[in-house]
């Protein structure tokens, strides 16, 4: 594994022309989301217990991502294939926020980032998608509104993710993974070639929906109390989805984030291992400093071996902010899509 350390100053300026990434914004279907009655609308076999509300069918909706492609990424090239990164959004943000909140002239500094760590040979070339992390029928209202279906469709992310978002990614471009190979070595080779991680609330989406943690929902309709006085409170449990994902990155994850010790629990009792959980938070973050420590705590005494690597970063005087999420991506980037032994649990 490599060092885990900061982001050097040259990264963030541009590589030469021919070595520059591009970005594409794209749509694609989604059959599962929230409607505006606050049930999920689902082309799946998902039953109310384990979505902890309503289920029915509905007419599916539309939603776009943006899309960063390496520099050489040709469509038509059969004999290409690359890794893919899901990074996510804060809860004010949406599919642009990595790449509009940290710009330098015409280019974005996130880009130059990205492309600085392939034309170096830090890392391999590799796609990365920018969703937008709300599953709602008004997924592009960005406003922190805790009784939004809006705000709910963050925690009901992982039924897009796993059924419309990926199949789409994987569908029509060159990526090493394949969805549709649901046979035994299929899902072993896919999950090792997929990595996730967010930033605050997207950090709580990786945590929360991807290792398995809690939904939430207003306390409008819980008919509780908010730990965190924000008008939240948790509801069920997510099952998770590490059959998908083998690399997990949760940078200054928001107050909602599931405790370590169900994090925990819902490793030990996953099938697969997570091969790398990287997590990070500024010591002067006033946002995020409680959820990330509680997190962290828990995992260190719970997860046990069912945890392959474990990176808790914490950045002195880093705040809620892209200086600490940049450097979360830079070293996550470095220590994904490492190929060693497949942490599956057998038996």
Known sequence: MKNVTAVPAEYFRPVHADLQGTIQEVSYRVGNY????????????ISNREAGRETKAGDAIYKKCSIYLPAGYDPTDSGRRYNVLYLLHGVGGDHYEWLR????????????LLDNLIANGDIDPLIVVFPNGRS???WSDTSFHAEGTHMLGFYYFDY???????????????????ISDTSHAGILYNRMHRAIAGLSMGGMQALNLVVG???????????????WNNGLDRTVLAPGMIDLFAYVGAFSNAPTSSDGKTLAESLISSRHNLDLLYVTC?????????????????LIHHAGDHLHHFYPILIKDGCHDFPVWNNGVYNFSRLIFQQGDDPTVEG
């Open 101 to 112: 909140n940290s710009k330098a002239g015409e280019k974005s500094i996130f880009c130059n």
């Open 282 to 298: 500024g010591d002067a973050d006033r946002i995020a400093m409680d959820s990330y420590t509680q997190m962290v705590e828990g």
């Open 34 to 45: 929230i409607q505006r009655d606050r049930r999920l609308v689902t082309d799946r076999n």
């Open 213 to 227: 943690g809690y939904r939430h929902d207003s306390t409008r309709f819980t008919g509780t109390k908010s730990p």
């Open 160 to 178: 897009e993710l796993r059924f419309d978002l990926v199949p789409f990614i994987e569908s029509n471009y060159k990526t090493l993974a394949n």
């Open 136 to 138: 709602s029928y008004d």
